[in-house]
């Protein structure tokens, strides 16, 4: 399964492919923050790895990320199975020390649907979980997905940003969101929805930084 949080021009820093000479030493060490968390090691193939760079002045920095796919495989009841993905995720998370602060879960937008909803993606359940971790002033951001297809595959995989050294702050969250308490969330409530659902406060880091002027992106709730 294809998760679409993952870029396709991700470098795989492990096997020596350097993004840019834009790169710093601390975007390699912010790099190597997200690789030692515990969850990475239980990655079911090599993890999609790429440090934050920039390309030029005039444009924003490309944030730092690593993706670990922690399942993928066939599902006889791949809603259902998304869902318990996506718990085990929330849990992974939440013992390696990030605080998950956001869920949103997601019905799949049927082929044959005369009217789909706009959120959603095709014929796929979507069960997520936004989480955050400081660790020496900088603001890490997670998401951990629960995949299910209605052709009957199930996937869970966790993707984490680091901020780019060339940006104005590396706390991007200096109002930390509030932790979500354990159990009270979309993801965890045991049903399925049948319209969009989302807890918490939703702020999510994006792929790419800020400018140098510090400017911020359009939408609010992005960072």
């Known amino acids: 399964m294809t998760r679409r949080f993952l870029l396709a021009s991700t470098c795989l820093l492990l096997s020596g492919c350097f993004a840019s000479s834009a790169t710093t030493q601390a975007d390699h060490e ?7 968390q515990p969850f990475v090691r239980e990655a079911i193939k090599k993890p999609a790895a790429r440090a934050a760079f920039q390309k030029s002045d005039k444009l ?6 690593v993706t670990a796919v922690l399942a993928d495989q066939p599902a ?42 706009q959120d959603g993606a095709w014929d796929t359940w979507s069960f997520a979980a936004h989480a955050y971790k400081i660790v020496d002033g900088v603001s890490y951001f997670a998401i951990a997905e629960g995949l299910g297809q209605l052709s009957g595959s199930v996937e869970l ?10 940006e104005p702050v590396s706390d991007l969250l200096p109002e930390r969101p509030p932790a979500l308490p354990a159990g009270a969330s979309c993801v965890e409530a045991g049903s399925l929805p049948t319209k969009k659902v989302a807890n918490g406060t939703g702020v999510i880091i994006g792929e790419s930084g800020r400018d140098q002027a510090g400017k911020e992106p359009q939408n609010d709730n992005v960072r």
């Open 76 to 117: 006889a009841a791949p809603a259902d199975d998304a869902r318990q993905w996506a718990v085990k995720g929330m849990r992974k998370l939440r013992d390696s020390g990030w605080t998950v602060y956001a869920t949103v879960c997601l019905p799949p937008r049927k082929s044959d649907d005369p009217n789909p909803p």
């Open 157 to 166: 995989s966790i993707e984490m940003r680091a901020p780019s050294s060339h």
């Open 30 to 36: 912010r790099l190597e923050v997200m690789l030692s």
């Open 60 to 65: 924003p920095a490309t944030r730092g990320v």
